[in-house]
């Protein structure tokens, strides 16, 4: 049981020196600081890490970090493995994965720069992908409060009706 | 990495007098494409290059769920994709079952599964409807949207709601059991979905495979480079099936084969869809068979929602979806809302990176059969 997962980590953590753990069958999280990511990613992507199935960030602004996960799937292995890396949140740069999964990853990493703020450094096209003449802050972040940005742009005080909205 | 290596997209060039080339926008009025946008550049009737305008539906469901208790987001994630609700119930479901460690009544996984698998069935039916709609054959999109119907009625049957079923694949099971006498409803509705497979076999004639046939074609490997996955994949000659590889629910006791083709054109996409069809009857029949009795939801007793919390913890949940890889990553930190959702819709890929690379250097003629042989759902793209 869980022997190809266990292969995985140990591969990994024998080029890398870094732990991962096993969740469950197929499920695989290992963590790595944001200067071998990209190193990392190649590797695993010739270990048959093909396919990147999607890369998300967490907001933590207590911590003041931002957490990126990379969601990896292997056609072969039958693995999901999670990269996962912590940025600074006061200057989120990280180093691009478009050299290892192409336009893959160009399409994820210009989505999260919109939503998030997090500069991707070598991607040559991060244009803002679903909001239009949006001049606020990066509408995901954990501290950009929606409803009030909502209530300003949308209600007016002075209208009987929408006062409500302002109790 | 030098200046070289940067994968730009070109920006659509202002059109100068001397010039021959031009721009062309395809949508996004909805006209059967969905509320989205593609800028083209065209030289005479040739495309140079596309570029994708996303933007038209993106609601911020993944920041609207991390206001909300699990029971308000079941309800939420139908609106994912307005094709495939039930669907998208389900990888929201198997979440937060993940997360809380629920142990789902053996019945209820049985009625989730075959609800996605109509789920399934009706939304290839849409896209067998879009997709002769956009070819020019307007009597498939009438039949193909007349036999969804009819499982839209098992849906009103079921869930009580014919294309939003309000959550009905919740956390811990589902809402609530089939009523009576719906086995041989499904079974009959199943029988006319079967006549409607062999009616496409029929128009399947000159007409629809040449304007399809050889057309976009997607190589295996620029296929995989590009992130597609599901139909799309499978029509390149990759045998894979999250439903196999990564199996969910009860999906590895059931029997059931992976269409594969090796053409990777439009018209193998169709043709993966009409067989999809089929293994998804396959699967239901089998369902029915061995489904057992008991409760279908856990806990039975439903605790007030403000009451129950999340524990700690990450999970990435994967499944099978009528369009390709339907993916959320779930966080918590022990709160009563999950921390952070991230959802993957197969669209985001097929309908920015892949639509832009297939429709290089194809004639305009030719852009509704790529379009429509993708099984794209600009819902599930802007979230």
Same mark, same amino acid.
């Given at each position: 049981?869980?022997?190809?997962?266990?292969?995985?980590?140990?591969?990994?953590?024998?080029?890398?020196?870094?732990?991962?753990?096993?969740?469950?069958?197929?499920?695989?999280?290992?963590?790595? $600081?944001? =200067?071998?990511?990209?190193?990392?990613?190649?590797? &695993?992507?010739?270990?048959?890490?093909?396919?990147?199935?999607?890369?998300?960030?967490?907001?933590?602004?207590?911590?003041?970090?931002?957490?990126?996960?990379?969601?990896?799937?292997?056609?072969?292995?039958?693995?999901? &493995?999670?990269?996962?890396?912590?940025?600074?949140?006061?200057?989120?740069?990280? $180093?691009?994965?478009?050299?290892?999964?192409?336009?893959?990853?160009?399409?994820?990493?210009?989505?999260?720069?919109? &939503?998030?703020?997090?500069?991707?450094?070598?991607?040559? =096209?991060?244009?803002?992908?679903?909001?239009?003449?949006?001049?606020?802050?990066?509408?995901?972040?954990?501290?950009?409060?929606?409803?009030?940005?909502?209530?300003?742009?949308?209600? $007016?005080?002075?209208?009987?009706?929408?006062?409500?909205?302002? =109790? | 990495?030098?200046?070289?290596?940067?994968?730009?997209?070109?920006?659509?060039?202002?059109?100068?007098?001397?010039?021959?080339?031009?721009?062309?926008?395809?949508?996004?009025?909805?006209?059967?494409?969905?509320?989205?946008?593609?800028?083209?550049?065209?030289?005479?009737?040739?495309?140079?290059?596309?570029?994708?305008?996303?933007?038209?539906?993106?609601?911020?469901?993944?920041?609207?769920?991390?206001?909300?208790?699990?029971?308000?987001?079941?309800?939420?994630?139908?609106?994912?994709?307005?094709?495939?609700?039930?669907?998208?119930?389900?990888?929201?479901?198997? /979440?937060?079952?993940?997360?809380?460690?629920?142990?789902?009544?053996?019945?209820?996984?049985?009625?989730?599964?075959?609800? /996605?698998?109509?789920?399934?069935?009706?939304?290839?039916?849409?896209?067998?409807?879009?997709?002769?709609?956009?070819?020019?054959?307007?009597?498939?999109?009438?039949?193909?949207?007349?036999?969804?119907?009819?499982?839209?009625?098992?849906?009103?049957?079921?869930?009580?709601?014919?294309?939003?079923?309000?959550?009905?694949?919740?956390?811990?099971?589902?809402?609530?059991?089939?009523? #009576?006498?719906?086995? +041989?409803?499904?079974?009959?509705?199943?029988?006319?979905?079967?006549?409607?497979?062999?009616?496409?076999? #029929?128009? #399947?004639?000159?007409?629809?495979?040449?304007?399809?046939?050889?057309?976009?074609?997607l190589?295996?490997?620029?296929a995989?480079?590009?992130?597609?996955?599901?139909p799309v994949l499978r029509a390149c000659g990759?045998?894979?099936?999250?439903?196999?590889?990564?199996?969910?629910?009860?999906? +590895?006791?059931?029997?059931?084969?992976?269409?594969v083709r090796e053409e990777g054109d439009?018209?193998a996409r169709y043709l993966i869809?009409?067989?999809?069809?089929?293994?998804?009857?396959?699967?239901?029949?089998?369902?029915?068979?061995?489904?057992?009795?008991?409760?279908?939801?856990?806990? /039975?007793?439903?605790?007030?929602?403000?009451?129950?919390?999340?524990?700690?913890?990450?999970?990435?949940?994967? +499944?099978?979806?009528?369009?390709?890889?339907?993916? /959320?990553?779930?966080?918590?930190?022990?709160?009563?809302?999950?921390?952070?959702?991230?959802?993957?819709?197969?669209?985001?890929?097929?309908?920015?990176?892949?639509?832009?690379?297939?429709?290089?250097?194809?004639?305009?003629?030719?852009?509704?059969?790529?379009?429509?042989s993708? +099984?794209?759902?600009?819902?599930?793209?802007?979230?």
């Amino acid at each position: 049981m869980l022997r190809k997962e266990n292969k995985v980590i140990e591969d990994v953590s024998a080029k890398f020196k870094i732990a991962g753990n096993v969740q469950r069958e197929r499920r695989v999280w290992v963590t790595i $600081d944001k =200067d071998n990511l990209v190193a990392l990613c190649s590797f &695993l992507k010739g270990l048959g890490f093909e396919h990147l199935s999607a890369i998300s960030v967490t907001d933590w602004p207590q911590e003041g970090t931002f957490e990126l996960t990379y969601h990896l799937w292997s056609y072969s292995e039958k693995i999901l &493995l999670t990269v996962k890396t912590k940025l600074d949140r006061a200057n989120p740069c990280v $180093d691009s994965v478009i050299s290892v999964w192409r336009e893959n990853a160009q399409i994820h990493e210009r989505e999260l720069h919109e &939503l998030f703020g997090v500069k991707f450094e070598g991607n040559g =096209d991060l244009t803002p992908l679903f909001l239009e003449g949006w001049d606020g802050p990066p509408p995901f972040r954990k501290d950009f409060n929606w409803r009030e940005y909502a209530r300003q742009q949308h209600y $007016d005080k002075s209208n009987e009706r929408e006062r409500a909205y302002y =109790d | 990495m030098n200046e070289k290596e940067l994968i730009t997209i070109e920006h659509i060039e202002p059109i100068m007098p001397e010039d021959t080339d031009y721009n062309f926008y395809f949508g996004p009025a909805h006209s059967g494409s969905g509320n989205f946008g593609v800028k083209l550049r065209l030289e005479g009737e040739m495309v140079k290059s596309a570029r994708a305008d996303p933007g038209y539906l993106h609601r911020g469901f993944e920041k609207l769920m991390e206001y909300r208790v699990p029971m308000q987001n079941a309800v939420l994630s139908d609106r994912i994709c307005v094709f495939e609700a039930l669907n998208w119930n389900l990888v929201h479901a198997e /979440a937060v079952d993940e997360l809380t460690g629920v142990e789902v009544p053996q019945r209820a996984r049985y009625i989730r599964v075959l609800m /996605a698998e109509l789920s399934r069935l009706q939304s290839h039916l849409i896209w067998y409807g879009v997709m002769s709609l956009g070819l020019g054959f307007d009597t498939g999109f009438k039949v193909a949207f007349g036999y969804r119907d009819y499982i839209l009625d098992l849906f009103e049957l079921i869930t009580g709601g014919r294309v939003y079923p309000a959550g009905y694949i919740c956390p811990g099971g589902v809402r609530r059991d089939l009523p #009576d006498g719906s086995e +041989n409803k499904i079974r009959r509705v199943l029988d006319q979905i079967e006549e409607m497979t062999h009616k496409m076999q #029929d128009f #399947d004639n000159i007409a629809f495979s040449k304007r399809m046939k050889g057309v976009g074609i997607l190589k295996t490997e620029d296929a995989i480079r590009l992130g597609a996955t599901g139909p799309v994949l499978r029509a390149c000659g990759v045998k894979t099936d999250v439903r196999k590889d990564d199996p969910y629910e009860i999906y +590895n006791e059931l029997d059931f084969d992976i269409p594969v083709r090796e053409e990777g054109d439009a018209y193998a996409r169709y043709l993966i869809m009409g067989s999809e069809m089929e293994e998804s009857i396959k699967i239901i029949k089998q369902v029915l068979e061995r489904i057992p009795k008991g409760k279908v939801r856990e806990p /039975a007793k439903i605790t007030p929602p403000s009451r129950v919390k999340l524990p700690e913890g990450e999970v990435y949940v994967r +499944n099978e979806i009528a369009r390709g890889e339907g993916c /959320a990553y779930m966080r918590s930190v022990g709160g009563k809302e999950p921390y952070r959702v991230k959802i993957r819709g197969p669209d985001f890929l097929h309908m920015i990176p892949v639509l832009e690379h297939l429709l290089k250097g194809v004639q305009i003629a030719d852009i509704p059969a790529i379009y429509w042989s993708l +099984n794209i759902c600009p819902a599930d793209m802007d979230r």
